[in-house]
T-cell receptor, first 109, second 116 residues
Framework: GIQVEQSPPDLILQEGANSTLRCNFS?????LQWFHQNPWGQLINLFY???GTKQNGRLSATTVATERYSLLYISSSQTTDSGVYFC???????????FGPGTRLSVLP | DTAVSQTPKYLVTQMGNDKSIKCEQN?????MYWYKQDSKKFLKIMFS???????INETVPNRFSPKSPDKAHLNLHINSLELGDSAVYFC???????????????FGPGTRLTVL
């Protein structure tokens, strides 16, 4: 089945810093989503981005489907950005939604 | 509020008991899912239902039985609970196949199950 990798596994930032999180996947996909799991355990949709670029406030994401990776950019990070960021993909031939292992982000005041 | 909701939020029970977790979505979606998140935060799909019909059943013990009384509800019943069933269970839903982003998934708040 499809393999999904995320890097880095852990990231510690000072408030105000920028960061880039990466998601690599091993096969063609027709769905890619980024989620933020906050410290209370809620899974929050960030982006539905099987291809292209989207922006939402301080966050933006780019998926290059032909090269099988996606990037999540966080600018001017805040302590409330702390948590685990997951990417998840669904393949073109309908394989189940597969989550990556996540990137744990800690933003320090 | 339009959302995916789950009850209960927390569930603590003894080994061997039978328990159920309920999920409801009022987004008008056709497809609903159950996921399990283990202690290492790894998320994996368990089941998927489309219009009350089972379409995905991963390698889950048959002690786990999903039930969909209508397309807005997907409940998870677990028999003979074991210590290893302790996890956070998430329900999710996605729109109908004719929507532009038909496979975008929306998650409920999760149910933390602890088996003692």
């Amino acid at each position: 089945g499809i393999q999904v990798e995320q890097s880095p596994p852990d990231l510690i930032l000072q408030e105000g810093a920028n960061s880039t999180l990466r998601c690599n996947f091993s096969d063609s996909v027709n769905n890619l989503q980024w989620f933020h799991q906050n410290p209370w355990g809620q899974l929050i949709n960030l982006f539905y981005i099987p291809s292209g670029t989207k922006q939402n406030g301080r966050l933006s994401a780019t998926t290059v489907a032909t090269e099988r990776y996606s990037l999540l950019y966080i600018s001017s990070s805040q302590t409330t950005d702390s948590g685990v960021y997951f990417c998840a993909v669904e393949t073109n031939y309908g394989q189940n939604f597969v989550f990556g292992p996540g990137t744990r982000l800690s933003v320090l005041p | 509020d339009t959302a995916v909701s789950q009850t209960p939020k927390y569930l603590v029970t003894q080994m061997g008991n039978d328990k159920s977790i309920k999920c409801e979505q009022n987004l008008g979606h056709d497809t609903m899912y159950w996921y399990k998140q283990d202690s290492k935060k790894f998320l994996k799909i368990m089941f998927s239902y489309n219009n009350k019909e089972l379409i995905i059943n991963e390698t889950v013990p048959n002690r786990f039985s999903p039930k969909s009384p209508d397309k807005a509800h997907l409940n998870l019943h677990i028999n003979s609970l074991e210590l290893g069933d302790s996890a956070v269970y998430f329900c999710a839903s996605s729109p109908d196949i004719f929507s532009l982003a038909h496979n975008e998934q929306f998650f409920g708040p999760g149910t933390r199950l602890t088996v003692l």
